[in-house]
């Protein structure tokens, strides 16, 4: 088993490049070296995306913290990794703002070579999607992260979800909750010649 490396703030610092900034775009340059290989990752930084539905995300620049274990399989790497960081909601019954701690499982394969993506796609129905390759020796777990979040997230939060109360001045579909309706007077006469019509 290969040694562990946490990625400090600081080493994220020395570099101008964007990726540098993405904590979601992990350096495997040392575990790609070897198979058999295994690496840590531990780093956190802004989230470069909004990332989930439109009633519940990370938005862009939360900041996210990231742990992975980045397993070398000979021509790809296997990830298993967990995405955390505060989210931004809102209740679709009361509108109550929410902020909900969010927690993604990543676990899949990416590439090294191309060879491996012919291999391990070669019997997959066409409508798969492809293998994600490793780039610059940086692995990029964004749209990894874009797809859980799609599935695993609420298309329509409530405060209950994420034990909280709605807030009790709640605006009904027609008007405020508990205001009484008022009918014009000059159809008061109209109103009672229709209730005598009804009850004929």
């Not at 274990?69 to 296997?78: A, K, M, Q, S, Y």
Request: charged residues 25%; proline residues 8%.
């Amino acid at each position: 088993m290969g040694g562990v490396m946490g990625i400090s703030h600081s080493d994220r610092k020395e570099s101008v490049t964007p990726t540098a900034h993405n904590p979601l775009s992990l350096d495997v340059s040392t575990v790609s070296q070897q198979s058999g290989a295994v690496e840590t990752i531990d780093t956190e930084g802004p989230s470069p995306v909004r990332i989930g539905p439109e009633m519940i995300a990370f938005g862009v620049g939360t900041p996210l913290g990231v742990h992975a274990t980045v397993t070398n399989v000979g021509e790809g790497l296997v990830v298993d990794a967990e995405i955390s960081g505060s989210g931004e909601a809102e209740c679709v019954r009361c509108l109550k703002p929410l902020t909900p701690h969010l927690s993604f499982h990543i676990n899949g394969v990416w590439a090294l070579t191309e060879g491996f993506i012919t291999s391990e796609d070669s019997d997959d129905d066409d409508d798969d999607d492809p293998t994600p390759m490793v780039k610059d020796n940086r692995l990029d777990l964004t749209q990894a992260v874009i797809d859980e979040a799609g599935v695993s997230l609420p298309f329509s939060p409530t405060c209950e979800e994420f034990g909280e109360e709605c807030d009790s001045q709640t605006p009904e579909p027609d008007g405020v909750s508990g205001e009484t309706e008022t009918v014009d007077p000059r159809w008061a006469g109209l109103q009672d010649k229709l209730k005598d019509l009804r009850d004929v």
